[in-house]
């Protein structure tokens, strides 16, 4: 598109000193970018007929409008096969966690019959399959068991565990309707790299509990009280239960290297638990288990989600471990829960709207904590294994809701026989699968930073908890993005031969630099965090330069300072480069600015920055800068001008 | 300087793919640029002779054996008329601020006297005049008076305002040998604006007990409170007191607007707090104040500091929050300090080095708690003075000390007389200096958000308390540089007419674009918390410019990322590229990087993005990007390459 050419020459080839744009403009786009910057509503602002645009409204908040209509037998057989795949997935994984939480295991299917209903209802993702996860589980219970134990009040534990899902809920909603998505961005990659890592290597550990057939055990979750209470309680040791454990976990790990070797195969891995689990409970029914030291999950009621809205329990004693617990997992849960969903989503170039997903899954929770469920998201695995087995839609989530209802209506007690070491492996063999080796070792080679984080999150887990091990993960890459604005890169440009681009002398090492003119670039906002170091830096690089080329006989006259990749300052910004200008001033150096951006020529403007520089000393380019300097250095050698003539002290100690 | 060229011609033409530097010489380099950006140590580093290098080395570390030396009498002249103006100042404002801090007056004089000379020694500015501050007092009061009342227990109270300061220093010296100056520029000039605004206004407010001669009153420091207390305990209030208090407050107030008018007179506003002492003691000693309701300072003993590092204390029950008062305090007084010093560096052209201040401060707060002085720092108004009266270095703290000691030797029971209204007016007066209306109409004009950080450090301090006030607005500040990281401008970029540039269309309404190319320049680091928004920005950027030339016919082919204002990238950005490009592709359109930065460009290296990306696709300049692509679209439209004639479909539900 040939944009139209304004007749005025002039106002294209130097820099624009036309009047900033109003406020309210400026503060429109910049909380356009700040909270909306996939511009939800584009799709029915543009509708002209109201009752269009009202459903069009009404399917972008409750995305089930919009596809359900379009549903058709097709994308239904697909669903159905990827629904009942997951279901299968969900019971040994849904008694699993529940174990790992210590709340009763019927907790666990109940949490998969509920919230995947009303995900498939306000969730935007079509891949995610709903469910509970183990690093959120052992959380709860970590946090929750600090204030009330679940072995002697197992019933206050459990409403406790509602109200945190409750509180998860809120959190998450809040974030949602706030726009806050931005937060969820702070757990970087290598954060959850880490804290997975970590949290898996953990509950690896406590799963030799299972393993042993012990009754005692540490409710600590760091690793050296673990190791203590195994060792501790070693005459509790059962080499049947071990054996039968192993025997499973072998088998458990066949099918997902087959799955890896031929991933077509996925359904063989997908099934395994809930393979696992047939075989134990006919196994253990068998061989009267119990008898031999393994212990089984116990009595499992027939039924559906009992309510539990009565249940909520807001007491000022528990208030804050719940709060904690809630939002500490609501924040991972989000982060797994969306990762995943926009993963899959770009892959298939979808778009996926994390504040709407936000929502979603805080309704979900909500919704979840009134009816004897706890905190559920999108799993990793669980979606994985949804999308492979085909799901075309949230479909395949109401599918599982339905079979999860009969399993609980009429097959529930089959599995109170379902022995223990049976679930440590199922949940062992997930979470190995969780720790991702190949990963550290790529932000290793990488970025040593991300590999720090990651491995901040990773120990911090391991020997100290899990609150401490994300927290500190999060504040580490809070930290780094502080120093990315605390320490932006400069760098001195020199001209490429042959061509009149300016670049990196670093860089490009064969690039010239004009004598007497010196060239930097600046990036990252200029404002009130790194303006003392830019100060300091810019006056460091004109030190090193003179001090180069006092030997050769030239001293500095001019220093362009090349804005192209500042992208905002602020008050201490702009006072920040008057100092430096009169710091150069008081050598003799002449200062010119190129290429100020939009928001920055603003500012410039705004703070009359212009009119003490001097239009002059503004360009477009480098190029043209350049050229201006040279044609007053040449000027002023004509002229013999006394101030450029003098001699100019270089002293090491006074600049 | 002509740096010798290469004469291999490609490698200056293209992007450059070399090798990325090794891992310790990055690491070198960003230690360096984190730590030491002002590079201190090069003073002496090129130094050969080992003796000459230690000499260097020791004058670096410790200042006064560098200019002592080189001390003449022509300096001392100056520095001695300086000496004297700022410890007439200095015992008024002694007096007053630790009547500020609930410590005995005599510990005011004790701060002028042991940490100047320590200041001298280690201190780095030439300009600073050190002393104690009234936000900072004013600071301690309120956090140590939470726990120990300053009126039923005064000796506890005053140990662990010793002890606040010990820890102070610590704090200080520690973040100075740690090079953690960075943390200090967190209090950016908004934020101190507005926290000096409030704090003066608060304070003003509580001089009205002094002024209305009140025995009674609040220990909190909220307007609220302070005017609630006021009107409560009216019956106290006292004529007399209000009217002495009245002239004393016109007469500094009007020596001030002198200053203002003519600054030479600086000496008259410097020298009248000693005024209104002086007339104050005569005239309550004449009239007998205290039987006409003026209350006066009370007993003042002769003698110099006596030792106090047996009294430190550091009870488990106050430790918090003298922790607590230390580290603040410590904190809000390097950021006046340091600011200040600098400020006048600047102005001379000086450098001064934040860390090696920070150090100087630690050593005088620890000396300082060990000799019965409490929080000292280099005020802004007694600098001020110090430099106006014409301090050549630091020698004239040491004049102040000297002077300082023949007073608490000889003159300190004449001080007994004086009247508490005297100091309120003098107080008041100093206060209302401070609060910078001008400055914070300049933020408003200038940028909202430094306005808005400002105000709520203003209103913070006011109506809640003023570690809350600092807190919030610092909190705001940092919220802002993450939101920079967080949410980086973009910018659609247009040739300019008759030239080669590619600039912003927004800003330079006259440029031409190249239909089916689409050119975006990206800015600041690319890395976890903001790679979701540049996604999805930059998908936005297609899907908005599609609409608009759908209806011109053309479709885009090429989208150019213009990395230069890029300074770094972590894995997860690169990550996020590697979305974009498939996301791209499935639509069919090219994505090309131009000028990647040296750090930008060593990541790809590593991470093999090169590979997958393709060498063709990188440029070293936008126009050269650009013919590339024309040359492409050309090529395609001759060939009719099927994938570049298909329409692509543009559907807004997909995208």
Not at 417 to 425: C, E, Y
Not at 430 to 435: E, H, K, S
Request: charged residues 15%; aromatic residues 10%; contains cysteine.
């Amino acid at each position: 598109m040939e944009t139209p050419v304004k007749p005025d020459h002039t106002a294209a080839t130097t820099v624009n000193f036309s009047e900033p744009r109003k406020f309210t403009t400026t503060l429109r786009s910049d909380l356009k970018e700040t909270f909306f910057p996939d511009d939800p509503f584009s799709r029915f602002r543009g509708e002209e007929k109201p009752l269009l645009r009202l459903k069009k409204g009404v399917e972008y908040f409750v995305p089930i409008f919009e596809w359900l209509p379009k549903y058709n037998l097709r994308l239904f057989r697909f669903d159905l096969i990827a629904g009942l795949t997951i279901t299968s997935l969900a019971i040994p994984q849904g008694i699993s966690y529940a174990k790992l939480a210590n709340v009763p295991p019927i907790i666990g299917l109940y949490s998969s019959f509920v919230p995947p209903l009303i995900y498939s209802v306000f969730g935007d993702s079509k891949h995610i399959a709903v469910g509970t996860v183990a690093a959120c589980s052992l959380l709860i219970a970590e946090t929750i068991g600090k204030v009330v134990s679940p072995v002697t009040d197992p019933t206050l534990y459990l409403h406790l565990v509602f109200t945190t899902a409750f509180v998860t809920g809120i959190f998450q909603t809040l974030l949602g309707f706030l726009r806050l998505g931005v937060l969820v961005d702070f757990l970087s990659h290598s954060t959850i790299t880490g804290f997975m890592g970590g949290t898996a290597t953990i509950i690896c550990l406590q799963q030799l509990k299972g393993f042993l057939g012990m009754k005692h055990f540490t409710t600590k979750t760091n690793a050296v009280s673990v190791v203590h209470a195994i060792v501790h309680y070693r005459h509790e040791w059962r080499w049947e239960s071990a054996l039968v454990g192993v025997i499973f976990l072998i088998f458990l790990q066949f099918t997902r290297y087959l799955k890896q070797k031929k991933p077509k195969l996925f359904w063989v891995s997908a099934m395994a638990p809930m393979v696992v689990v047939i075989v134990g409970c006919v196994f253990a029914y068998l061989i009267h288990g119990t008898e031999h030291g393994i212990q089984t999950v116990g009595e499992l009621k027939k039924g559906i989600n009992p309510l539990s809205i009565e249940y909520l329990n807001f007491d000022s004693r528990y208030l804050p471990a719940v709060m904690k617990a809630g939002i500490i997992t609501g924040f991972v849960a989000l982060a797994e829960g969306i990762a995943i969903g926009r993963s899959f989503a770009i892959m298939n170039n979808l778009q996926v709207d994390g504040n709407k997903e936000m929502i979603a899954f805080g309704f979900m929770n909500i919704i979840g904590s009134f009816t004897s469920c706890y905190l559920t998201t999108g799993p990793f695995s669980k979606t994985a294994v949804n999308y492979n087995a085909g799901a075309k839609t949230a479909m395949s989530n109401i599918i599982m809701a339905v079979f999860m209802a009969l399993t609980l209506r009429f097959l529930a007690p089959l599995f109170s026989h379902t022995p223990l070491v049976a679930l440590s492996a199922i949940i062992m063999s997930a979470m190995l699968g969780l720790i991702n080796y190949d990963e550290a070792i790529h932000l290793f080679k990488v970025d040593k930073f991300d590999f720090f984080i990651c491995m901040a999150g990773f120990f911090g887990v391991v020997f100290v908890s899990m609150d401490v091990g994300l927290m500190l993960s999060v504040g580490l890459g809070v930290l780094r993005a502080l120093l990315y604005v605390a320490r932006p890169a400069s760098c001195k440009l020199g001209k490429i031969q042959n061509s009149m681009l300016y670049r990196d002398t670093e860089q490009y090492p064969g690039t010239t630099t004009v004598p007497g003119i010196l060239v930097l670039q600046l990036g990252s906002p200029i404002y009130f965090a790194n303006c003392n170091y830019i100060r300091e830096r810019i006056l460091r690089w004109i030190r090193e330069e003179q001090a180069n080329s006092s030997s050769e006989g030239n001293v500095i006259e001019h220093v362009l300072l090349d804005l192209t990749g500042v992208t905002t300052i602020d008050v201490t910004g702009i006072e920040t480069l008057v100092d430096v200008r009169r710091s150069l001033d008081a050598k003799g150096i002449k200062m010119a600015i190129v290429n100020p951006r939009l928001k920055v020529m603003e500012k410039f403007i705004q703070s009359h920055f212009i009119d003490k520089i001097g239009k002059e000393n503004f360009h477009l380019s480098v190029e043209e800068a350049v050229d201006a300097c040279q044609f007053s250095l040449h000027k002023s050698k004509q002229n013999g001008d006394v101030s450029a003539e003098q001699p100019i002290v270089v002293d090491g100690s006074v600049i």
